[in-house]
Every structure is written in structure tokens, then in C-alpha cells.
């Protein structure tokens, strides 16, 4: 069955280190996003990719970056992880229809 | 003008009852409205949709009751079961393809049994 998987799925790391957390959906869906999930406040998007070598920024996407080589991979880097950026990460895809196909999440603490 | 205010943020609901969650929003150029599930420890996970063409959509328990006028959509859980206790986000979108979709801030939705 075709899905979208995120690794790690759970991880402890130090304020300033750079962090990369990858995606990979088997769909061949062209659409891809990051968003974050924080008690009170939702899913909010980050970055989001239209297709290979596109790339945009969400709303929150001050500290994060992310890089299109291939239609199956998303990765997200926090360059100098901050302790505000402790979070759950989901990563999502999608085709025309509307729906977002989301991953089971990647849980970030910055210590 | 992109907020999706979602209320309430919990709601306790016994077993074969009614929930209901509400939602609000104020970019009139949203035309796509989904409501999402999440289970603990999973992503979220499409419920039930609906665009501004239609005032009301029912899938099985399911229903989204929308008002264009008053820009607010609900979601209504008939005989609501504890296997529903979950999150659920409202979220609305400027066209298909998940580009632009703003999600409500949640509400936790517990079935005593």
C-alpha cells in the first residue's frame, strides 16, 4: 500500500544544533507539506512543495528550510534548533482533491 | 483574515449522544471545508468535507452543517460512540490541491461510556 512515512519519530536534541527531519510518501503525489502541531493553536504550515525544486514558505517558517531533489521526499532542517521549536512535526501530501494525507508525526524536544 | 476560530477547545459527551463543534471563519475565498480526525499518536486523517454549494453533507454519523451568510460550519457526531473520542480540526481552503488550508485550533472530543 502506497504511504507516507516520517523518521524519526521521536527525538531529543540540544539548542543550536541543526536537525533534519525526513519524509516519504510512495503516493507520486507532486504536492508536499510540513506543519507543525502545538497544543491551542492547530496545524500550522511551514513550508510546502508544489513539485521537484519547488519550494515556498508557510506561515511559520522562520528557522526551518526544506529541499525538493525528488517527488518522494520532503525533508525538513531546523538549522540552530531553538527550545520554541519543540513540537510535533507532520508531514502531508496530497493530489487535486483536496485531501492532505498526513504521516503519524515526528515528535522534536530541544533541550 | 485566515483564522478558522474552532470552539469548543474540549467537549464530554455520553455514549449515543450528540456532539456538535463549531466553526468560523472570515476569508470569504475559502471553498473547500474538511474536518479532520486524529487518534493519539497518529496524524490526522480526513472525516467528512464540504464546499459552499450545498448547505449540508451526511456521511453515515457524520454530518457538516454549512452557513454561507454567516460564514460557519459545524460538525455534528449522531449517537456518538467512545471509539469517536479523538481531535478534531476544522480547516478551509482556497481551491483543491491542499495549497492554502488554515486549520481551527482543535477540540478534544471524549464519549463516556
Known amino acids: 500500500d502506497a504511504e507516507i512515512t516520517q523518521s524519526p519519530r521521536h527525538k531529543i536534541t540540544e539548542t543550536g544544533r541543526q536537525v533534519t527531519l525526513a519524509c516519504h510518501q510512495t503516493w507520486n503525489h507532486n504536492n508536499m507539506f510540513w506543519y507543525r502541531q502545538d497544543l491551542g493553536h492547530g496545524l500550522r504550515l511551514i513550508h510546502y512543495s508544489y513539485g521537484v525544486q519547488d519550494t515556498n514558505k508557510g506561515e511559520v517558517s522562520d528557522g526551518y528550510s526544506v529541499s525538493r531533489s525528488n517527488t518522494e521526499d520532503l525533508p525538513l532542517t531546523l538549522e540552530s534548533a531553538a527550545s520554541s521549536q519543540t513540537s510535533v512535526y507532520f508531514c502531508?501530501?496530497?493530489?487535486?482533491?483536496?485531501?492532505?494525507?498526513f504521516g503519524e508525526g515526528s515528535r522534536l524536544t530541544v533541550l | 483574515q485566515q483564522q478558522v476560530k474552532q470552539s469548543p477547545q474540549s467537549l464530554i459527551v455520553q455514549k449515543g449522544g450528540i456532539s456538535i463543534i463549531n466553526c468560523a471563519y472570515e476569508n470569504t475565498a475559502f471553498d473547500y471545508f474538511p474536518w479532520y480526525q486524529q487518534f493519539p499518536g497518529k496524524g490526522p486523517a480526513l472525516l467528512i468535507a464540504?464546499?459552499?454549494?450545498?448547505s449540508e453533507k451526511k456521511e453515515g454519523r457524520f454530518t457538516i452543517s454549512f452557513n454561507k451568510s454567516a460564514k460557519q460550519f459545524s460538525l455534528h457526531i449522531m449517537d456518538s460512540q467512545p471509539g469517536d473520542s479523538a481531535t478534531y480540526f476544522c480547516?478551509?481552503?482556497?481551491?483543491?490541491?491542499?495549497?492554502?488550508?488554515?486549520f481551527g485550533a482543535g477540540t478534544r472530543l471524549f464519549v463516556k461510556a
Open positions: 480547516a478551509a481552503s482556497i481551491g483543491t490541491g491542499g495549497f492554502k488550508t488554515i
Open positions: 502531508a501530501s496530497s493530489i487535486t482533491t483536496g485531501e492532505l494525507f
Open positions: 464540504i464546499r459552499p454549494d450545498v
